[in-house]
């Protein structure tokens, strides 16, 4: 089997860190890993299974050699050196929001339109971590049923803030149950034994740019004029995003019916027994690979709607593991 020179860009993130135990984990076929981050932490010693690896600084004759990179260092970082990359030849996974709805630029759940692989020009998109496991629930849904609208609320772990902003959930957890004045520095608000009802920065129709993200994203993947709308929560968990999802069908869809489609998908499992109270949880599923799905329900105000509850791992299939089964699929494909 061939080998791959693999960059991890931003390596030292809470991204970074996934991406490079994620690809250990499946084995993923590595003739050698490079991590790379900021000058700040450059130097440092990354765990990849048995190997130790010093991270080098990210700046572009780096990507030298490289077959391929995973890029998660934000934005602005990969607006500059995403392209860097590719100059020299590797394609480039990228985990920031920057090229999303680029037309040039394909956006990719394997699950969903891995087909869309076919057209990369040395760069590839990978989803917001809600939109991953969203559409992978919606996927097989449209295909059986065809759907006309989503409404989903989202409930989004710190994790997908990053680092220090679990840090900040683990340290004002602290301070609040000493009584003292938990003082938000990294979330825009107090987060211990709170909520924060939005999640990024407002635009003018009074959505966030997190909220529309899911609108638009939703619509690319799924190739398909599906009218999305979305409220995004943070909530005062670690790790794991859930969401409240209701869905509008062309036709009445019994929960037996999508129950039965939903166990077939790939990438999903099914825990939906209301008798033994078994639903997916956050907390229940966090480090593990499928989206769950759960609370499958006929919505008692629309006769051609369902009520559903999606649960997934931020970190891996909202980001890492999305990324690498981004790559498994190019090298199926004969595309890398």
Known sequence: MKKYRVGILGATGLVGKEIVNTLYQRRFPVSELIPLASARSAGTIQTFGHESLTVRQAEPDAFEGMDIVFASAGSSVSKVLAHEAIKRGCIVI?????????????????????????????????????????????????????????VVSTYQAVSGAGNRAVEELYMQSEQVLAGQEAAPQVLPQQIAFNLIPFIGNFLDNGYTDEEMKMTNEVQKIMEAHIPTVATCIRVPVANGHSESVNIEFGRVVSPDAAREVLTKAPGLVVQDDPQHQIFPSPQAISGNDPVYVGRIRQDVSHPQALNLWVVGDNLRKGAALNAIQIAESLIAQGLL
């Open 94 to 150: 990228d985990n920031t929001s920057v090229f999303r709805m680029d037309d040039t630029v394909p956006l990719v759940v394997p699950e969903v339109n891995s087909h869309a692989l076919q057209k990369h020009r040395g760069l590839i998109a990978n989803p917001n971590c809600s939109t991953a496991q969203l559409v992978v629930a919606l996927k097989p849904l449209h295909d059986a049923f065809g759907i006309r609208r989503v």
